[in-house]
């Protein structure tokens, strides 16, 4: 969905023309389906977002609140 885009009726479109942006910055972004169960880390993204002031975050580390969850994904439990 994001990289092909969506229309402007969708209820995703502000945020997927954010994301679309925000790539551009970068040399390369891959864009990659995870199913829910195996990405603990986005939960935990979500939840700090949740709890954050509005506006874009970017991330060139791995923040210490997403390192285990970070470890726990990519081991493939």
């Not at 092909?4 to 972004?29: I, M």
């Not at 939960?43 to 390192?67: C, H, Q, W, Y």
Request: hydrophobic share 45%; charged share 20%.
């Amino acid at each position: 969905m994001v990289e092909e885009g969506c229309c402007s009726s969708h209820t995703c479109s502000g945020p997927v023309l954010q994301l679309q942006e925000a790539a551009k910055a970068f040399d390369q972004v891959l864009w990659k389906h995870v199913f829910r169960e195996s990405n603990s880390l986005a939960d935990v993204f979500a939840k700090e977002g949740m709890n954050a002031s509005l506006g874009l975050r970017v991330f060139d580390t791995i923040p210490s609140f997403a390192l285990l969850p970070f470890l726990f994904d990519s081991s493939g439990a």
